[in-house]
């Protein structure tokens, strides 16, 4: 398996977990009953299977790379990518923030929170979208064969120091998880 194939069947459990998302977001819009426990595991995934993991073997591996093989960082698809990395970690500040209220009880932190699980799923998910169909078909073309090795390497390094053996498999169960507990 290619290293870009690894990060798309990433990118597909992390679109279910957008999924559940909007999901929950939406119950919550209508009044809803959702168990500030189902944003509490939305979190957690996000900051170690998302952040951790797979925007790390990104950053730290994939890019840099593919800045050695002649795709430029700033004010290239390089750059957008780390951008919209960034807003995305700043919804998920937000969405963190506003679920410690809405925990203690605070129902007037539900807007809040909804404003940042939804700007989190529509900023990821054409995001995602780009790295499928253009990013990665470009790491492809450029990366010479015996560096998509290295690559590989690379990202068993950074899953396993950086989440840990067998964390991987829990966070796709948490998924299953949560699609029945908000209805997906
Ligand atoms: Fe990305
Ligand atoms: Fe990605």
């Given at each position: 398996m290619k290293p870009t194939e690894e990060l798309k069947e990433e990118h597909k459990v992390i679109l279910?977990?957008?999924k559940i998302l909007e999901k929950a977001s939406q119950n919550l819009e209508e009044g809803k009953e959702v168990?500030?426990?189902?944003f509490k595991k939305a979190v957690d995934f996000i900051r170690n299977f998302v952040d951790k993991c797979h925007l790390g073997k990104e950053e730290d591996a994939l890019f840099p790379m593919m800045e050695k093989y002649g795709i430029p960082r700033e004010s290239g698809p390089l750059g957008?990518?780390?951008y919209e990395h960034t807003l995305s970690r700043n919804y998920v500040k937000g969405m963190a923030e506003a679920l410690e209220k809405?925990?203690?009880g605070d129902k007037s932190s539900i807007k809040k929170l909804v404003e940042n699980a939804l700007g989190f799923?529509?900023?990821l998910a054409p995001h995602i979208f780009k790295e499928d169909n253009i990013l990665y078909a470009?790491?492809?073309?450029?990366?010479?064969?015996k560096?998509?090795?290295?690559?590989?390497e690379k990202f068993e390094k950074?899953?396993?120091?950086?989440i840990g053996e067998g964390k991987h498999h829990e966070y796709l169960h948490l998924v299953e998880e949560l699609e029945k507990q908000v209805g997906v």
């Open positions: 279910r977990m957008l168990k500030p426990e189902v957008v990518m780390l809405y925990e203690k799923a529509g900023l470009m790491a492809d073309r450029n990366i010479p064969e560096e998509q090795k290295v690559l590989e950074i899953e396993k120091e950086r």
